[in-house]
């Protein structure tokens, strides 16, 4: 794409926002101007074209793969992830994000000065609340690979004082975000705990204690949102499978201990739909969109009968029969954090504090088998 040829990135690390090269005839790209000519818009406009269709195809894993080999999908994603964000380009950096949200997936980072771990963190630290629950929730999903712990495990401290900081605002999503990451990052060792629970001067059970007594909403998914010009050159089973493909996204994630009945997987997608108003694939169709989003292997088929392996619904989503009666999304989440800390010996004394507390919970059968565990790390 002419467009970011343009563009170039700066390895400065305190100052890594991409700039215009000398001779572009671009717009400022730290300015919104009202002043934009038809050109320079349709421009834009062809470079949304292109990051919309890339993003459609890196849901797919394989197509993922082919765009993290890709050098030059690499350099566009990188020189637009480092836009300013506030910019007349910041769709186009929006776009950029949700194409890394899906690579990140099976992304590997380079190490603690990796570019793409240095935008994440900077997002995560502005004030843009889009662009802080992209780049969470891009962060959740490399911290999902092993690969990447030990790179995530040296993450400033700086980064999870700010993480608790947004503990303390009154934003579901941002909360919700937040508290995964926290989970997966003390999940990672016993000494991410510690090194969490030493990071501020106040104790963080505070914060998580305060989770237990969230009220979930009522359990509701959405379809991937698209503008009715890119639905309108779509024919009914592209956007049917378009559907399907971000409802396995948003539901499942990896678990190579845990399989899941064919029909069962089925019959929630089916409630999806209707909940949605949207049609459904038949189970074949679901099961061989398994296959592609994410791999090959994910799916046995014995008579007829479908079997799902690898894959567990996600802690946070409402799953199965008895989803009613379940502890999930943040109360789930928050308990789980707080596990993982107690699993440090140094780490007991913040729980005195909150024995009470503790012992109320254990009382109620939604938290009593997490809570149970968590005093058997204190132990």
């Keep these: 794409m002419p467009f970011f040829e343009k ?38 406009e062809r470079v949304l074209q292109c990051l919309h269709i890339i993003r459609n195809l890196s849901i ?44 990140s997936r099976l992304m590997v980072l380079q190490g603690s000065n990796d570019f793409y771990l240095a935008c994440l963190q900077k997002m995560i630290c502005d004030s843009d609340r889009s662009l802080m629950l992209v780049a969470l929730k891009s962060l959740c999903n490399l911290a999902q690979n ?36 926290l989970y997966l990052y003390t999940g990672m060792s016993v000494e991410a705990g510690h090194r969490l629970a030493n990071c501020v001067r106040f104790n963080i059970l505070t914060l998580l204690f305060k989770f237990t007594r969230y009220k979930n909403p009522p359990p509701q998914q959405r379809p991937a949102i698209m503008s009715k010009q890119h639905l ?15 409802w396995l ?38 099961m061989l969109l398994v296959q592609k989003v994410f791999t090959p292997q994910s799916v046995i088929s014995q008579q007829n009968q479908f079997t799902v392996r690898g894959l567990r619904p996600k802690h946070d989503v409402a799953f199965g029969e008895d989803q009613q009666d379940e502890l999930r999304g943040i109360p789930l989440t928050a308990v789980l954090v707080m596990r993982n800390i107690a699993r440090h010996p140094d780490n007991k004394t913040l729980f005195y ?7 109320v919970l254990w009382t109620d059968p939604k938290y009593c088998k997490l809570v149970g565990a968590l005093l058997f790390e204190l132990k």
């Design 232 to 246: 309108a050159k779509m024919d009914q089973r592209t956007i049917d499978n378009y559907h399907a493909a971000m």
């Design 353 to 359: 504090p909150y024995e009470q507390e503790l012992a």
């Design 249 to 286: 996204q948003k539901t499942f994630e990896p678990d190579p201990n845990n399989q899941i009945p064919g029909q069962v997987m089925h019959q929630e997608y089916e409630k999806y739909c209707k909940q949605n108003q949207i049609a459904a694939l038949f189970m074949p169709e679901l």
């Design 146 to 181: 092993e690969l990447n712990h030990r790179t995530i495990l040296n993450i400033e401290t700086p980064l999870l004082q700010r993480l608790l900081q947004l503990l303390l605002v009154q934003d579901e999503a941002l909360n919700n975000a937040t508290l995964e990451f």
């Design 7 to 44: 563009l170039e990135i700066q390895t400065d690390p305190n100052d890594f926002e991409t700039k215009l090269v000398d001779d572009a005839d671009l717009l400022p790209l730290q300015e919104c101007s009202s002043f934009v000519s038809e050109k320079q818009l349709i421009q834009q």
């Design 60 to 103: 797919m894993n394989e197509n993922t793969m082919a765009f993290i080999r890709d050098a030059k999908i690499l350099i566009i994603i990188a020189k637009a992830m480092a836009l300013p964000s506030y910019s007349f380009y910041i769709e186009i950096k929006q776009h950029a994000l949700d194409i890394y949200e899906n690579m």
